[in-house]
Nanobody, 114 residues
Framework: QVQVVESGGGLVQAGGSLRLSCVVSGIFNINAMGWYRQAPGKQRELVAHITNRGSTTYADSVKGRSTLSRDGAKNTVYLQMNSLKPEDTAVYYC?????????WGQGTQVTVSS
């Protein structure tokens, strides 16, 4: 059974930092993983993406403030977010596409107060 489990969300003041973690179990040799977020009333959007070779891409809104890394042996990715802004408030979802399937976690809430 495949499981995608996120953690690390919470309430933080503007300017603060959070580190989100995502662990995928039940499958191996995942090619790429990513973080998405969805704010109330808005569509889900890509935050950051990392390939199995460690190549990363970031949304313009978080570029320079966020760092995505992975531990391939553990099927784990980490999203370090700094200088958080109120507009970063959203539910953050981890994504792990694998073959014909697209696995998602249940999401972790990030709330940034002004």
């Amino acid at each position: 059974q495949v499981q995608v489990v996120e953690s690390g969300g919470g309430l933080v003041q503007a300017g603060g930092s959070l580190r989100l973690s995502c662990v995928v179990s039940g499958i191996f040799n995942i090619n790429a993983m990513g973080w998405y977020r969805q704010a109330p009333g808005k569509q889900r959007e890509l935050v950051a993406h990392i390939t199995n070779r460690g190549s990363t891409t970031y949304a313009d809104s978080v570029k320079g403030r966020s760092t995505l890394s992975r531990d391939g042996a553990k099927n784990t990715v980490y999203l370090q977010m700094n200088s958080l802004k109120p507009e970063d408030t959203a539910v953050y979802y981890c994504n792990a596409p694998y073959g014909y399937y697209d696995y998602w976690g249940q999401g972790t809430q990030v709330t940034v107060s002004s």
